[in-house]
Each structure stands twice: as C-alpha cells, then as structure tokens.
C-alpha cells in the first residue's frame, strides 16, 4: 500500500499522518479508532464525487473486495497476477522500477539467498564450540567460566551492535551495514582460524565476529519485508527462521565430528571460511539496497497500472541479463552507498522507543528463560559431560543435539502451516501456546536436571535419553517464540497509521526482541558455568528457572488475556504513534473479542 493517504475522513495523529491503516493480513480494513466512530455514517457513494466507476472486466465484478482505499484514491489500486490477480498488493508498490517491490522475482530471492547464505554462515560461528568448550579449557590454561565467554562474550557484544546496525540503517540503508558488519566478521572467523591454543587471540576473534552478527540478525527480516507482498512474505520468513534454526542446532553435529577427526576446535572455522568462495560475490552483487522511500517516489498524477511494475517485467533470458546496460544498471545498484535520509532525534530514536514497548517487553520476558536455558545449557553440555566418570569426546556431545535439532524444526514448520490456514490468532490461541510451550520447557529443564544428577556420577547416561530431555527445552522455546509475529503485527496495526509506519514499527520491534535476547543469552551463558560446577548446583539452577518461567508464563498470560488493549495503546504512546485522547473515547473501538 502507497503511503499516500486517501482524502478521506480521519483524525490526524502525532506523526502528521490520518488513521486510515489497513491490515497487514489481506485486503480487509482496519479501523483505527476514529476511523472506526465514523465509519457507519460516511456513504461510499459520496466517494466518488458524482462520477462513476470504470466497469471492471467482467470476471472480476464479483472478485475484487472494496476497501478503504478504493474510495477516493488518485491511484490504480494494483492486484497480483495468476492464482493471486483477486489479491490486493500489500503494500501498494510504487510505479518506480527502483521500488524493492518492483524488483523481478530471480532479484528478488537472489537478495534473499545471499542473506540466507550469511545467516547460516553466522549461525554455525554461534554455536561453534558447544562440542569443544570442555577440551578448550585444558590448552588455554583457562577456567571453565573463560572458556564459555569466549560465546558469551560476541552475543552481548552483537546485541549492542544490532542496536547500532539498526539506527544506522535508518540514515544510510541496509546494504552499507551488511558490508561493514561482514567485514568484521571475515577478519574474526580468518583471526580463529589460526589462533590454535592462544586464548587472547581467540577472545579477540570472537569479539571481531560478535560486532559483525548484529547488523545481520537485526536487519534480514526487515530487507525480506522490503521485497516481497503481504501474501508472499509468510513463506520466506518461515524459510529463514527454519533455516538459521536448522543451521544453529545442526552444525554440532558436523562440527563435533569434524573437530574430533582433525583434533582441533579451530576445524570448523576452516570450513566456515571456504564458504566465502561463494558467500562473498553474492553479498557484494546480490544484495542491493532494499530500504526505499516510497512516499515520495510517485506524483499524485502519475499514471498507474492495475499490475505492480515487478509482475510484468521481463522473463529471466542470458539475453536480458547480459547486454551492456542491464550490466551498467546493475552495477550502477550494487554501489555500497545509495539511500540517505537526514538524521534527526526523532528518526534516531525510531529504533529504542519499539526495543522498550510494553510488546516487546513482555515477549522478551515470556522467552527469556527458556531462550537463554538453551544456549547456556548447550553451551555447558561439554563442560559437564567431556569430564570423568563419561569422558565423552565432541563427537558424541555433538550427538546430544539431534533432538534439538529435529523439535526446533518441527515447530516451527507446524506453526508455519497452521498460520497459512489460520492467519488471525485469536487470544485464546496466545495464551495456549504460552500454556504448552511453558510446559515444555518446565519438562524439559527438570528432567535434565534431576536425570543428570541420578545418573552422571554413576556414568550411565542415556545419551538418546538426555538428548529428548534437551529437545523438549527446544521444542517449549520455539512454541512461546511462536506468539512473537502475531503480537507484534496486532500492536503495530492498532497502533499505526498506515502502512510505511506500520512496516518500520513491525521491524523495528522484531529487532528489539532478537537484541534484547542476544543480551540475555549472552549473560546467562557466562555465568551458568559457576552455578552448575556441582551436581547440587545444577539442580538447583534448573529448579529455579522452572519456577521463575512459571511465574512468568503465568502472569503474562494473564496480562494479555485481560489488558490486551491497554498494551497496544501504551506501545503507541511510548513510539509517540497515536494521540493518547482519542484513545480514551470507549466508543471508539471495536467490540470485545477481537483478535490479538
């Protein structure tokens, strides 16, 4: 949808803009509060200002849904083509050629592959040592505690980095973040391949790779929200989560057995850094700039087509790719600087205000334990089980994480499927998953913990056992993580004005969330080690996370079922979104029992 609003009636707000939002599910309206007072005494017909509407083709009169936007608008409104040409395109491209949404399809997941290949890149250097973190100890004359920052140490730091990748992307765009962080990260995973058994060497990799992560964990889904409609996006942010969870679980198994093979942890940055034979020329020519100002790229007399600009381009023919200036335009494209925008105190904080929502706040606390229990268990798993009466090798500590591995993957596929036929979810439904997936994670946490403690002294572990118990603790996470989308995409359309504010709030939120997360992993990952060096202590640990995540889960459910409302007027007011006194008119909203 343009960010040109119509002329119809709505109430301004704070941004300047008028409250005429329309849903980021499909072509139906969303009311926003004054547009909801007003709707039942506006007649469409005074719309169209004596004049009639053009006659549609015949087979489309019944197909095309009337929405707020067909009323009044100086534009075509653009629909999709083949199975989608009933679908309105949301957002409405523009009629630049420039437009990420005009982009040929083969551009457009060529952006999207070469991202991929980075998130993969990226997940594997995360969960790099969780099958040598026992043996590293030894060869760097170094504590356990030591051995575990050098994780703990690059998630904190790419927590802070993602925080500055983002406020940086809104001034200079996406592409000349992604350059400089990749840079950091060639320099980091090139320095550990050759530190060997120098600690200091390697600490200082990892901080060069953990400043290099956040610019890609924060910005990825925004530029999958740049290039692609409403009715294509769920598909490829479904295909990212499931490949970088795909990727962050499975590496250890490869890498466990590579680093038992060759005897060395540094094996696996070998491997990673052979990728870059590919990874690299799809980054520097495949990613161009996807941030754009669609606001101003269209005069209100432009003309128009029923189709976006990117359905009818040309086919993919060598002939159309390589004469000489299709070769000039696209290097003219792939510059590393090409979207500026002014800075000012109000663009620069777009970023923190969504990062300290009552939204975003609250499913960060939901995730919190069951998020960061993961990594730092993982990340203990060799420190507990390289050591006598076991004396596993990385091999088989690899081994654990097949059942991770398989749940993360099945969840989040099943949910992917659910949403494609189910995409409103209602509360009941949040509050179901905040339910079972707290159960899950409870499940998984106490039985690690008291399986662990009546059976490792008597080296007689159940591997498989112990990986299923690991697998519930994954399976629980990936379910509460499921309510992230919904709540975010139900405050952000609540809240926001059209669709450009309503995108940008989308993306910025769902980066808080990964920020705030990467901080908490970080910092339980390093102290997790002193607090399970004993058996008693593990118990313990595990004990106490149950219980805070059940007050947690408990009371967050109950905050969402009975002031749902409330929280997306607050994350409003804080992003500095809506005008708190229309707000308060009771009148103004829908009834009870809408869906969160």
């Known amino acids: ?356 929502t009552p939204t975003a706040g609250l499913i960060f606390a939901l995730t919190m334990i069951p998020h960061a229990s993961l990594w730092s268990f993982s990340q203990s798993l060799s420190l507990i089980l390289a050591g006598p009466p076991l004396n596993l090798n990385p091999e088989n500590i690899g081994g654990i994480m097949t059942a991770p591995w398989i749940l993360a993957i099945m969840v989040i596929s099943g949910f992917t499927l659910y949403r494609r036929r189910n995409p409103k979810p209602n509360t009941l439904l949040v509050v179901a998953s905040i339910g079972v997936g707290s159960v899950l994670v409870m499940a998984g946490t106490l039985g690690f913990g008291f399986y662990t403690r009546d059976n490792l002294p008597l080296g007689r572990l159940n591997l498989p056992l112990l990986s299923f118990l690991a697998g519930l603790l994954a399976a629980g996470y990936y379910v509460l993580d499921a309510t992230t989308e919904p709540l975010i995409i139900r405050s952000a359309s609540f809240t926001c004005s059209n669709m450009t504010v309503t995108q940008r709030t989308i993306a910025d939120m769902r980066a808080g969330v990964i920020i705030w997360r990467n901080l908490a992993a970080g910092i339980f990952v390093s102290t997790t080690p002193n607090a399970i060096s004993t058996l008693p202590g593990l118990t313990a640990t595990l004990i106490g996370f149950t219980v805070v995540q059940a007050v947690l889960a408990a009371g967050i459910a109950a905050v969402w079922w009975f002031f749902g409302e409330t929280i997306r007027r607050g994350d409003g007011t804080i992003m500095n979104l809506v005008d708190t006194s229309i707000l308060k008119r009771p009148a103004a909203f829908p009834p009870a029992g809408s869906n969160v």
């Open 1 to 356: 949808m343009s960010s040109e609003q119509p002329q119809g009636a709505g109430s301004p707000r704070r941004d300047g803009s008028v409250s005429n939002a329309r849903s980021l599910t499909g072509p139906t309206t969303t009311y926003t509060p004054a547009a909801y007072s007003n709707a039942s005494n506006r007649d469409p017909r005074d719309s169209f200002d004596d004049v009639p509407p053009p006659v549609p083709p015949k087979d489309e009169i019944y197909s095309r849904p009337t929405t707020g936007s067909t009323f009044k608008s100086q534009r075509t409104i653009k629909y999709g083509v083949g199975k989608y040409s009933k679908v309105e395109l949301v957002p409405q491209p523009s009629d630049d050629p420039n437009d990420p949404l005009n982009w040929a399809p083969w551009r457009k997941d060529l952006c999207l592959g070469s991202l991929l290949m980075m998130a993969g890149l990226i997940a594997g250097m995360k969960t790099a040592f969780i099958t040598t973190n026992g043996a590293m100890a030894a060869p760097f004359g170094a504590s356990f505690t030591a051995v575990a920052n050098l994780t703990a140490a690059p998630l904190i730091i790419s927590s802070f980095s993602g925080l500055i990748s983002l406020i940086c992307s809104k001034i200079w765009g996406k592409r000349p973040v992604y350059l400089v962080s990749f840079v950091f990260i060639f320099i980091g995973t090139m320095w550990n391949m050759t530190t060997n058994d120098n600690y200091g060497g390697t600490m200082g990799a990892r901080v060069f790779q953990g400043l290099g992560w956040g610019g890609f964990d924060t910005l990825i889904l925004g530029s999958i929200q740049d290039m692609y409609f409403d009715h294509e996006r769920d598909a490829r942010v479904a295909l990212y989560d499931i490949f970088a969870t795909a990727i962050i679980w499975g590496s250890p198994l490869l890498g466990g057995l590579a680093s038992n093979n060759a005897n060395s942890f540094t094996v696996q940055f070998r491997i990673i850094n052979t990728f870059y034979i590919v990874a690299i020329p799809l980054l520097v020519f495949g990613v161009p700039e996807t941030s754009y100002i669609r606001s101003t790229s269209i005069s209100p007399g432009a003309p128009s087509s029923t189709k976006s600009t990117f359905e009818q381009s040309t086919p993919l023919r060598l002939a159309t790719i390589f004469n000489k200036q299709r070769v000039r335009d696209c290097l003219y494209k792939i510059r590393p600087l090409s979207y500026k925008m002014e800075p000012d105190l109000c663009l620069l904080l777009q970023g923190p205000r969504a990062f300290v």
